[in-house]
């Protein structure tokens, strides 16, 4: 089937900006964060079984999820936590996987900002690390969220580490300099891939 590159970093890295970079060459993308959302959405088996499980308080009256009520919920619950997760996690995983056979590009990129802490990267043929110094995270983010640098630490200290990201990377792209370097480190990343997935007829 489909050959399938995880493409993961930490908050502010990149992601977003290289993803789009691969779309632009024409490949698919299947984005967690989308599939996170879309398997939640109005009318779907995800919404029904939350609000089976916390009651309709946890929508909005517009019939929507309440994302922050839930995040409330289940903020010192532990146990709610788990809950969710084992409902969502498996359902997320199932998407993306028909999202990447349902593809038509040579090969897929999977956007999953969490790969490896959530263990997705057991799904996924090749991993891709975009890599930036945390100094550098938090400057990026602070300018694209107009957040507290102390929030964006937060959350750069409850991801995996950068050593350790990298360790585990097959692939790492450099997002310290030019967005043009960038583009040059992904047109080569692409080619690769193309050879890779078996589909370049050169
Ligand atoms: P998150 O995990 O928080 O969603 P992300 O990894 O998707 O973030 P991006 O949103 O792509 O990261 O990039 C973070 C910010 O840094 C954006 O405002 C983006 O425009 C900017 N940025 C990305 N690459 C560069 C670069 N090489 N030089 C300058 N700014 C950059």
Redesign the pocket.
């Known amino acids: 089937s489909k050959f399938v590159v995880g493409l993961t ?10 993803a789009n970079l691969f779309a632009a060459e024409g490949i698919t993308l299947v984005d967690a964060d989308i599939v996170a959302r879309e398997v939640v959405a109005q009318g779907s088996k995800g919404l029904e079984a939350i609000v089976t499980h916390f009651g309709t308080e946890i929508l909005t009256p517009e019939g929507e999820l309440d994302r922050a009520k839930l995040r409330q919920r289940i903020f010192s619950h532990p146990k709610e936590r788990e809950w969710l997760n084992q409902l969502l996690h498996p359902m997320i995983r199932q998407e993306m996987l028909a999202q990447v056979e349902k593809a038509t590009s040579a090969y897929v990129i999977m956007v999953v ?1 969490l790969l490896f802490e959530n263990g997705l990267d057991r799904l996924v043929n090749r991993t891709l690390v ?1 890599d930036i110094s945390p100094e550098l995270q938090i400057n ?2 602070v ?2 969220d107009n957040v507290d640098a102390s929030q964006v630490n937060n959350i750069i200290n409850s991801q995996l580490s950068r050593s350790e990201k990298l360790a585990r990377a097959d692939d790492i792209i450099d ?5 043009s ?2 583009k040059r480190e992904v047109l080569a990343l692409h080619q690769r891939y193309l050879q890779l997935s078996g589909t370049d007829n050169a």
């Open positions: 970093g930490g908050i502010g890295s990149g992601k977003t900006t290289v900002p975009v990026r983010t300018k694209r997002n310290q300099g030019e967005i370097t960038l």
